[in-house]
């Protein structure tokens, strides 16, 4: 949508002019899936179409938010303790974002706000770039590592999802990043793919028990932890092999442990322009999420190993939480216009669902300009 038809909505909806406009992507993962929540490096890259947000500040102390998404609106108090699952949906993010901002350092005043978020593609973060634009629009000062956190604890306590910090780093900061997520410390991977491109394929599968099966793999992990002593997951990465395990709990943490050796080779293959070698590396990652850290789904699969068998394709994997949502391919970039439609007839031959395949580039992260 232009800058003049997003003021004119907001003139519509709330009866003067707005004064900014923030800008946040979406996210898909390269490589490094379900790690960041333990300790682990992963490799995000931010994309286009995510969230953009007009706002005003409105001199009262509420928030008042009407998203195009929904053609739904709400109006809070600024306040530190809204309760979670109150609304049992959208909002529900709103009230986080509102609540963990006033018990920060940030100062919330009054704003009018209206969002607007790309057509819905599933699993790349939607909820993240929703809670990050709204958050920089209300406190714009804060640092985007503050931000981050604030939007992962909105995850935590309002999604009662117990994500890690990739999703909001990774749109906070854009491009792609090799992000530490233990440390927060990161490095700005050369976004430059030149002769290859990163092909999103939308499966159309709803995430559906996500959130319940992402929680039932941390607490797999938390019990992992105990068994060697660990209080916590935040190193796991790190920790030695051991024969100890139940093997269930054993396949677990051999996806953990050898995705974030993946990572590390994935970072060196990316730097060095080993196409190849990221291509073969994202493909053994689905391998392990598929079988041993078994967050997978037949929806995935089924576009992960058609995608596989196209010529210029040289990898493939689910992206993100998993249970449906999307799957990326890497691929030489003139062979997409050949395969895409072929992998999607084939797709959807197989499913009954018809998918959605774009092309994915680096995006800038969160940005705010006055409008
Ligand atoms: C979701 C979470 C992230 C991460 C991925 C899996 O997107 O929000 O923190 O754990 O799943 O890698």
């Not at 999103?200 to 060697?228: C, I, P, W």
């Not at 935040?234 to 996806?255: E, G, I, Q, Y």
């Not at 992998?343 to 009954?352: F, P």
Request: hydrophobic share 40%; net charge negative; proline share 4%.
């Amino acid at each position: 949508m232009t800058e003049n038809s997003l003021k004119a909505q907001f003139r519509t909806v709330f009866d003067r002019a707005p004064s900014w406009r923030v800008n946040a992507p979406s996210r898909i993962n390269l490589i490094g899936e379900h790690i960041d929540y333990c300790g682990g490096r992963v490799l995000p890259m931010a994309i286009q179409g995510g969230t953009t947000v007009v706002s005003a500040e409105n001199d009262s102390d509420m928030i008042r938010v009407y998203t195009e998404r929904f053609s739904d609106r709400v109006s809070l108090k600024i306040r530190p303790d809204h309760s979670p699952g109150f609304y049992g949906d959208w909002r529900d993010y709103v009230a986080g974002v509102v609540s963990c901002l006033s018990r920060s350092e940030s100062r919330v005043v009054g704003h009018d706000l209206y969002v607007t978020q790309s057509a819905g593609t599933a699993g790349l973060s939607t909820s993240a770039s929703f809670c990050l634009a709204l958050a920089k629009s209300l406190s714009p000062k804060s640092s985007e590592v503050e931000l981050a956190r604030i939007c992962q604890q909105v995850e935590h306590e309002f999604a009662r999802v117990q994500c890690g910090i990739m999703d909001q780093m990774s749109i906070a900061l854009g491009g792609v990043i090799y992000l530490d997520c233990q440390a927060l410390r990161w490095q700005v991977a050369s976004s430059d793919l030149d002769d290859v491109v990163v092909v999103v394929m939308d499966t159309g599968k709803a995430r559906t028990l996500a959130g319940s099966a992402y929680n039932e793999r941390v607490s797999e992990l938390h019990q992992v932890a105990q068994s060697f002593g660990a209080e916590d997951i935040d190193n796991l990465v790190s920790a030695p092999a051991t024969d100890f395990l139940p093997p269930h709990l054993a396949k677990r943490f051999r996806h953990v442990t050898t995705e974030h050796r993946r990572v590390a080779q994935a970072f060196e293959a990316i730097q060095s322009r080993d196409w190849s070698t990221l291509g073969q590396l994202m493909t053994a990652s689905h391998e392990s999420l598929r079988d041993d850290y078994e967050v997978s789904c037949r929806e995935l699969d089924c576009m992960v190993e058609l995608a596989l068998k196209q010529d210029g394709v040289l990898g493939a994997r689910m992206t993100g939480g998993g249970f449906g949502g999307c799957a990326i391919a890497l691929a030489e970039r003139l062979s997409v216009s050949q395969w895409m439609p072929v992998v999607a007839a084939a797709y959807q031959q197989q499913t009954g669902i018809f998918p959605d395949l774009f092309e994915a580039e680096p995006a800038p992260g969160l940005s705010r300009q006055s409008c």
